[in-house]
């Protein structure tokens, strides 16, 4: 069965640091991969999304990811975090059986200043 | 332009009472989903929808009934709430990017 797993529930960052959020997916074909993003007291807003092609893919707000299928991972990257970054992280996977998503438990990310 | 719009906000049940959350959406998409979202646990699906008239079952449908006469709106009824059913209540929806999914704002449910 498809999974996701984002192994770290809470990621501590510097204003200014670099970022990495984790995922890992299990699925055998190529998956559909996306990550979303959840403000406090708001909705999920889609940050980007990986479908074929170049691995490397971008988003809004900064944010690019790597497919990785060696790996089975699809790592969410900032350059430089802004303390309007802090939120709550979501990967997701495609289900190839009835076309909605398969998320991960989330990633909270805090900003120290 | 609203996209998706969820009613009330916050709602406050005692074990049994029954009530319906409010979804709609303005922007003529086919699929919609309900998801529950609980801490550590991230977004679990309750029912789903792929257009008018059909609807289906999602990971956690125990508990909750779904409809969809419109292609707008999709309403969510908790049957008999219990306290295992606290939780926040997201509606979502999507168009021909079926995997890109618009959120509400959800709805913070407390039974008591």
């Known amino acids: 069965a498809q999974s996701v797993t984002q192994p770290d529930i809470h990621i501590t960052v510097s204003e200014g640091a670099s970022l990495e959020l984790r995922c890992n997916y299990s699925?055998?074909?190529?998956?559909?991969l996306f990550w979303y993003v959840q403000s406090p007291g708001q909705g999920l807003q889609l940050l980007l999304k990986?479908?074929?092609?170049d691995t490397l893919v971008q988003g809004i707000k900064g944010f690019e990811a790597e497919f990785k299928r060696s790996q089975s991972s699809f790592n969410l990257r900032k350059p430089s975090v802004h303390w309007s970054d802090a939120a709550e992280y979501f990967c997701?996977?495609?289900?190839?059986?009835?076309?909605?998503?398969?998320w991960g438990a989330g990633t909270k990310l805090i900003i120290k200043p | 332009n609203a996209g998706v719009t969820q009613t009330p906000k916050f709602q406050v049940l005692k074990t049994g009472q029954s009530m319906t959350l409010q979804c709609a959406q303005d922007?003529?998409?086919?699929?919609m989903s309900w998801y529950r979202q609980d801490p550590g646990m991230g977004l679990r699906l309750i029912h789903y929808?792929?257009?008018?008239?059909?609807?289906d079952q999602g990971e956690v449908p125990n508990g909750y009934n779904v409809s969809r006469s419109t292609t707008e709106d999709f309403p969510l009824r908790l049957l008999s709430a219990a306290p295992s059913q606290t939780s926040v209540y997201f509606c979502?929806?999507?168009?021909?990017?079926?995997?890109?999914?618009?959120f509400g704002p959800g709805t913070r449910l407390t039974v008591t």
């Open positions: 979502a929806s999507s168009g021909l990017a079926v995997y890109e999914q618009y």
């Open positions: 922007m003529n998409h086919e699929y």
């Open positions: 929808s792929v257009g008018a008239g059909i609807t």
């Open positions: 699925y055998g074909a190529t998956p559909y």
């Open positions: 990986y479908f074929s092609g």
């Open positions: 997701a996977v495609g289900s190839d059986s009835n076309y909605q998503l398969i």
